[in-house]
């Protein structure tokens, strides 16, 4: 008998059953991956939904406290938390963001209080939040974001933000020179130990529809001029370099999955831990298409979270994190 013709080579062997499959997998995802972005709205009495993200919600202060003592027990490694104030209380230049009593402050010592270190509390370092105008930054005479008057706000921002508790800042509003900015500014107030998790190659994305409903945002416009064009994959290598030279602990890229490209490159790049941000449009395209009966959540959720670990993160910030931890 002669079999010449059969594959020598058979890779479906290792694919026989799931037990086969487990063993021979290359990654795999851990509670410990996953951070939860939350948001938290001054004064709400009762979680708000939001009608582009089902299943996420502003948070009052109580229910915040809640969801970070579920995100830890479920083994979820971080939150990173968005401060939604008062409407009345936005201004030109995001007063309430550097406010001590703001409420991501009040959010940030709450959560603190409440987890102590046992979770890792974030917070988003930027003003759209926090601007009537919804701009990252503060604007110049003619409406133009003003990058270095926009970095003396951050520099206020994480030292209020330290100070109520953040262990770990974001700053995401992709001004030039911000990372270096926030380390002075928080190594001279005495938070040397709070770490920067830098926003390194934030794109100017159609995905971040739903978190302009969840933040309460006002942008007309766009964020062009800051947030990188989607075009570009050399310039965030560039953004990555200035990103380390200027002393960022930790780096992302966001959104993710258009970008896992990008992930990649500066994964294989990098000797600090990189995290990749599953935005709010990449978690509602996913929860519509469910919703309509053509996709399989579940599967469709593990598939997208495993994809980002494979291209690279080591963290991944996905509104999914204390659900997909308590599966796994
Ligand atoms: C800036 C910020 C944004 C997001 C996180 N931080 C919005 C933006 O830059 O337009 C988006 C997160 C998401 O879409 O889930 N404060």
């Given at each position: ?20 499959r487990?063993m ?6 851990h ?30 202060r ?14 979820v490694?971080?939150i ?13 230049l ?8 703001g409420?991501?402050?009040v959010?940030l010592?709450?959560?603190r209080?409440?987890?102590g ?18 701009h ?8 133009r974001?003003?990058?270095?008057a ?10 209020v933000?330290?100070d ?17 900015v926030?380390?002075d ?8 130990d ?7 190659a934030?794109y ?12 309460g945002?006002?942008?007309k ?50 000797d ?18 469910a919703?309509?009966g053509?996709?399989?959540r ?6 997208t ?13 996905t509104?999914?994190?204390t ?6």
């Amino acid at each position: 008998m002669t079999y010449g013709n059969f594959p020598g080579a058979r890779p479906r062997r290792l694919r026989t059953t799931p037990a086969m499959r487990r063993m021979v997998a290359e990654h795999r995802l851990h509670p410990a991956d996953l951070i939860l972005p939350a948001f938290v709205r001054e004064g709400a009495t009762a979680p708000v939904p939001i009608s582009a993200m089902p299943g996420v919600v502003q948070h009052t202060r109580d229910s915040l406290r809640k969801a970070a003592v579920e995100a830890l027990s479920a083994g979820v490694s971080g939150i990173m938390l968005f401060g939604v104030p008062d409407e009345a209380k936005k201004d030109a230049l995001g007063t309430a963001g550097t406010d001590p009593d703001g409420i991501l402050q009040v959010a940030l010592r709450d959560v603190r209080a409440e987890v102590g270190d046992d979770l890792v509390i974030m917070s988003d370092l930027c003003l759209d939040e926090f601007t009537d105008h919804g701009h990252c930054g503060v604007l110049d005479s003619a409406g133009r974001v003003d990058n270095d008057a926009t970095l003396e706000r951050y520099a206020e921002m994480a030292q209020v933000q330290a100070d109520a508790g953040a262990h770990v800042v974001g700053p995401s509003g992709m001004m030039d020179g911000q990372v270096g900015v926030v380390r002075d500014a928080l190594d001279q107030t005495g938070h040397e130990d709070v770490s920067i998790l830098a926003y390194t190659a934030k794109y100017s994305s159609a995905f971040y529809g739903p978190f302009r409903e969840a933040v309460g945002s006002s942008l007309k416009g766009d964020r062009k001029t800051y947030q990188q064009d989607p075009a570009n994959l050399r310039e965030s290598l560039r953004e990555l370099a200035l990103d380390l030279s200027e002393g960022a602990d930790m780096v992302m890229v966001k959104p993710a999955m258009p970008y896992l490209d990008v992930l990649a490159k500066i994964a294989d790049e990098v000797d600090v831990p990189v995290a990749a941000y599953q935005i709010s449009g990449e978690y509602a395209m996913v929860e519509a298409a469910a919703e309509k009966g053509w996709i399989d959540r579940d599967k469709a959720i593990l598939e997208t979270l495993t994809g980002i670990k494979r291209a690279g993160a080591n963290m991944i910030l996905t509104y999914w994190a204390t659900e997909v931890a308590r599966g796994l």
